[in-house]
C-alpha cells in the first residue's frame, strides 16, 4: 500500500534529521559565546558590553546576509546552500581557536555568522517547498529539535569548555561538528540530485523576479508586515534578553560559569519538551492558543528568573520559559513559511534577518541597560515586552482567520 498523501517518505525524514543536525550546529554557535562574556570580559580586559560584541556582531552579519541567501537559496536550491555554508562555518570556527584579541575574535564570529546565516532560514525554507501545511508545523517542529537542543548545547559547552579546559576549546569542538554535518549534507544533497535526475527534465523555465522586487512584494503585505514586525520584537526582547540570563545567574548568585550556563541552557531543553508533545497540542490549542499560552508561560518564567534570590527556582524557570518560547516561536516559524510561497527562501529570509537583527539590538541594549538599571530589570522588561507583542500576535491571529473565514 503506498503511503497515503500526508506522510513523509523515508528520504525525506532522512533529509529533515540531517537539517537538525544542522539547525543544532548553527543555534549552538550562536549562543556559545553566552556564558563566555565575563571570561572574554577579563581575558581581553574589556568591559562586558564590549566583549558582547561577539554575539552582537554575529548577529548583525547573520541578518544581513539574508538579503543574500534568500534569493540564492530560491534559484541554486535551498539545500545545496546549507550544504556548503555548514562546511564554511567550520573554517570559521578554525580562526576563532587561534583568535589572539577580541577584534579577532569578532572577526571570526563575523566568518562563522557569513554561513550560518543560511542554515535555519533555507532549512525552513526547504520544509516549506517540501512538505504541505498541514503537517509543516510539525515538521517544522522536528527541525526545531535541533534548534532548541542547539542553544542548550551552546550555552553548556560554552560555560563548560570556558570552565574546564578554555574557551578556545569550545571553538574547536564546533570546527569538528561543522565539518562532519557538513559532509553529511552534502552527501544527502548529492543523493537527491540523482534522485530529480531520473525525472523528466521539464521544458518550463521557471523566470523569478529580483530580489528586490520579491521583498517588496512581501513586505506590501499586510500580514508580512506584522510577521517581520513582531520577528523583529521577538528577536530583541527573547534571544537578545536571553544572552544576559547566565551573566544574571553567575553576577547575582554567584554560580560559576558552568552552572550558570548550564541553568540557562534548560530554556532549550524547554523547548525541547515542547517539541516533544507539539504533535498533541498543536491540534487542541490552535495557533492562536498557542502563541497566547506560550508568551505567558515565558513571562511568568522570566520574571522568576529576575527576582529569585537562589539558584534552584532558575531550574525549573528556564525549562518553563523554554517552553512557552517555542510554543510562540514554532507558530511564528509556520506563518514565516507562508508569507511568499511562490519566493519561500527570500520570505523567510527577510523573516530571519528581523528576528536576528533584533536580537543584535536587543543584546546592545540589554549589555547597556546592565550597566545603568541592572540584569533584574532588564529581565523582567524583557519579559514584559514577549507578553505584549504575543498577546498582539494572538489577537491578529484571530482577526485574520475571522476575515479568511467570512470570504
Not at 570559521?92 to 577580541?102: E, I, K, M, P, R
Request: charge should be positive.
Amino acid at each position: 500500500m503506498s503511503p497515503g498523501p500526508q506522510t513523509l517518505s523515508a528520504a525525506t525524514r532522512r533529509s529533515v534529521l540531517l537539517l537538525s543536525f544542522a539547525t543544532f550546529s548553527s543555534m549552538a554557535v550562536q549562543r556559545l559565546c553566552d556564558a563566555m562574556l565575563p571570561e572574554l570580559s577579563q581575558v581581553f580586559s574589556v568591559s562586558l558590553a564590549e566583549a558582547a560584541q561577539v554575539i552582537s556582531v554575529f548577529a548583525v552579519v547573520y541578518g544581513l546576509c539574508q538579503l543574500f541567501y534568500g534569493p540564492l537559496g530560491d534559484r541554486l536550491g535551498k539545500f545545496r546552500i546549507v550544504a556548503w555554508a555548514t562546511l564554511g562555518c567550520g573554517l570559521g570556527s578554525v580562526l576563532a581557536v587561534f583568535a589572539t584579541s577580541l577584534d579577532m575574535l569578532v572577526l571570526a564570529r563575523m566568518l562563522v555568522a557569513l554561513g550560518a546565516a543560511a542554515i535555519i532560514p533555507l532549512s525552513l525554507a526547504w520544509i516549506g517547498d517540501t512538505v504541505t501545511y498541514e503537517r509543516r508545523q510539525e515538521t517544522l517542529a522536528r527541525v526545531g529539535v535541533g534548534t532548541t537542543l542547539g542553544i542548550t548545547g551552546g550555552q553548556l559547552l560554552g560555560g563548560v569548555f570556558t570552565d574546564t579546559l578554555g574557551w578556545r576549546w569550545a571553538f574547536a569542538f564546533m570546527t569538528l561538528l561543522f565539518g562532519v554535518v557538513g559532509v553529511l549534507l552534502w552527501r544527502d544533497e548529492r543523493r537527491q540530485r540523482r534522485e530529480v535526475a531520473h525525472l523528466a527534465p521539464s521544458s518550463v523555465s521557471v523566470v523569478r523576479p529580483g530580489f528586490l522586487q520579491q521583498a517588496l512584494m512581501i513586505v506590501t503585505w499586510r500580514w508580512s508586515r506584522i510577521v517581520l514586525a513582531v520577528a523583529l520584537i521577538e528577536g530583541a526582547a527573547g534571544f537578545g534578553v536571553l544572552a544576559i540570563w547566565a551573566s544574571h545567574l553567575h553576577h547575582e548568585l554567584d554560580l560559576s560559569l558552568a552552572a550558570s550556563g548550564a541553568v540557562v541552557a534548560l530554556f532549550g531543553l524547554g523547548g525541547m519538551v515542547y517539541m516533544a508533545v507539539a504533535r498533541w497540542l498543536i491540534p487542541r490549542l490552535g495557533e492562536q492558543g498557542l502563541a497566547r499560552a506560550g508568551v505567558l508561560v515565558l513571562g511568568l518564567a522570566s520574571l522568576v528568573i529576575a527576582f529569585a534570590r537562589s539558584w534552584w527556582p532558575g531550574v525549573p524557570a528556564s525549562l518553563l520559559a523554554g517552553f512557552g518560547f517555542f510554543m510562540f516561536h514554532n507558530t511564528m516559524q509556520t506563518h514565516a513559511t507562508q508569507m511568499a510561497p511562490a519566493a519561500r527562501g527570500t520570505a523567510v529570509s527577510l523573516f530571519a534577518c528581523a528576528l536576528f537583527m533584533g536580537q543584535s539590538l536587543g543584546v546592545l541594549v540589554a549589555a547597556a541597560l546592565v550597566v545603568a538599571i541592572g540584569s533584574t530589570a532588564v529581565i523582567a522588561g524583557g519579559s514584559a515586552v514577549l507578553v505584549g507583542v504575543g498577546l498582539y500576535f494572538s489577537a491578529a491571529l484571530r482577526r485574520r482567520q475571522a476575515l479568511m473565514q467570512g470570504g
